[in-house]
């Protein structure tokens, strides 16, 4: 049940969404440099980042991600996005993204294979209103990263990533969400695969 975070409403230079992108993907990029408490910082604030606000799941349909990964997972997609703009009864944002699963809802339970995408994506979409489908689909480049315990596998990669899905508002601060993700693989592990989500606010 993968879930999609309230974008941020108030406009930002595009500018402060390249430099913010460009730190995120260093930021993803440190824990092969960093010591090991760095590490565990890095991703427990990556993931807390993603799952807060919701609960939700992830199925892969590979068997690469499968083998290496298992399933299902906890998912989650956080979006901090420009305001949208309006095109007739479409609405066009992007900004910065982040996606991914992992084994454990909380990530400093333990040690656990995951995915993870860090980067900028624009994303077209009707406008969500209560009780309507509200399509949607995405896409972006993210800095991949696949972490597999059964593998002995940790690796980073540059990736493009889009999704489709819809959302399907059931409260002015409730909202369902189902998503295909598209992800090519990564150290041949192709993590693309279903989300369902139940996300607050």
């Known amino acids: 049940?993968?879930?999609?975070?309230?974008?941020?409403?108030?406009?930002?230079?595009?500018?402060?969404?390249?430099?913010?992108?460009?730190?995120?993907?260093?930021?993803?990029?440190?824990?092969?440099?960093?010591?090991?408490?760095d590490k565990t910082a890095t991703t427990i604030g990556r993931y807390?980042?993603?799952?807060?606000?919701?609960?939700?799941?992830?199925?892969?349909?590979?068997g690469s991600a499968l083998r290496g990964l298992?399933?299902?997972?906890?998912?989650?997609?956080?979006?901090?996005?420009?305001?949208?703009?309006?095109?007739?009864?479409?609405?066009?944002?992007?900004?910065?993204?982040?996606a991914g699963a992992t084994d454990h809802w909380l990530p400093f339970t333990g040690s656990h294979s995951s995915f993870s995408l860090t980067g900028v994506s624009g994303r077209v979409s009707t406008e969500r209103k209560l009780y309507r489908l509200a399509p949607f689909v995405s896409a972006g480049v993210f800095n991949g990263h696949v972490h597999s315990e059964k593998l002995g596998l940790s690796k980073d990669q540059i990736v493009p990533s889009a999704a489709i899905g819809v959302h399907f508002k059931v409260h002015r601060y409730v909202s369902l969400s189902a998503r295909y993700r598209f992800t090519p693989a990564i150290a041949s592990v192709n993590t693309s695969g279903f989300g369902l989500g139940l996300s607050f606010f």
């Open 1 to 37: 049940m993968e879930h999609d975070r309230p974008n941020i409403r108030r406009t930002m230079p595009p500018a402060v969404f390249v430099v913010l992108a460009v730190a995120l993907v260093a930021l993803h990029g440190a824990p092969a440099r960093a010591s090991s408490g």
């Open 48 to 62: 807390a980042a993603q799952l807060f606000l919701g609960v939700s799941g992830y199925w892969f349909t590979h």
């Open 70 to 98: 298992g399933s299902p997972k906890f998912g989650g997609s956080t979006t901090l996005y420009v305001k949208e703009a309006h095109r007739g009864r479409a609405r066009i944002t992007g900004g910065i993204e982040l």
